[in-house]
């Protein structure tokens, strides 16, 4: 059962990337938007009717990966069937395969990034593949420059971000930073961000239209959550500093 519900999964994809391929040919800038989320809204449907905890890591995978998809579309509505009278899902299930297929999408980013090297990524972003997947040699600079900036520790704080947490893992595999190590941040990052959007889905219950609708405010509610949560933490913790300092030169 669950290998034909993964065939079907791949077969599914398989066929979306094909039209999308064949249809950006003489497709118009307005023309792409449209196409765009006209091919969301299939796959939400599709997703509705077949949602499961392999579909809820697929489809998070994709999301981690160079292929561009949100994830407010997948673990709010999972989690929100998840409080139904006798739904078979399982909010915590729900957050380790979500942050599992987060995960494995950034790996191939990764070790695309490490085995290809920078050259081909970049001329990959600027081609007319990479302009479909919402790519460009600017937003893999920016990536680059943002973990060159912030060293390993970018690869946690990036998932956070919206416009570098499906991209950072691209100059971590380009810098070759330690496979462990990234796998540890990215997991942490990817972590907290599918809690956050696990509650939200918790919390709105069987609204899903709603979710659907406010999918990308939900994630710019997201980010304003966590960074008043990591301001607050930084103030704390400089104020217990700035005390412990003041302690040190009474004594």
């Not at 999308?20 to 299939?42: H, R």
């Not at 972590?191 to 405010?217: C, F, P, Q, R, T």
Request: charged share 15%; aromatic share 12%; net charge positive.
């Amino acid at each position: 059962m669950k290998y034909t519900i993964i065939k079907r999964f791949i077969t599914f994809l398989l066929l979306l990337t094909i039209v999308s391929v064949v249809s950006a040919e003489n497709a118009t800038p307005a023309d792409t938007i449209t196409t765009e989320a006209g091919y969301i809204q299939k796959i939400t449907n599709w997703y509705s009717a077949n949602m499961n905890y392999y579909t809820v890591a697929g489809l998070m995978a994709i999301e981690s990966s160079f292929i561009p998809f949100p994830s407010e579309i997948v673990v709010p509505p999972a989690a929100a069937v998840s409080v139904l009278p006798g739904s078979k899902m399982n909010i915590i299930l729900i957050i380790l395969f979500a942050t599992l297929g987060s995960l494995i999408g950034a790996l191939v980013n990764y070790f695309l990034s490490m085995t290809l090297g920078r050259t081909i990524i970049y001329k990959f972003a600027d081609s007319k593949l990479g302009h479909l997947c919402l790519l460009n040699s600017d937003k893999i600079r920016k990536a680059e420059n943002y973990f060159n900036d912030h060293g390993k520790v970018s690869t946690f704080i990036g998932r956070l971000i919206p416009g570098i947490r499906q991209l950072i893992s691209i100059p971590a595999g380009l810098a070759r930073m330690p496979l462990f190590s990234f796998m540890g941040f990215t997991v942490l990052g990817a972590g907290i961000w599918n809690v956050v959007l696990a509650l939200i889905g918790y919390i709105v219950g069987d609204n899903m239209d709603l979710i659907y609708k406010y999918s990308h405010e939900i994630g710019y509610l997201i980010i304003a959550v966590l960074a008043v949560v990591l301001l607050f933490y930084t103030v704390k913790y400089l104020i217990k500093r700035k005390k412990q300092c003041k302690q040190k030169n009474l004594d």
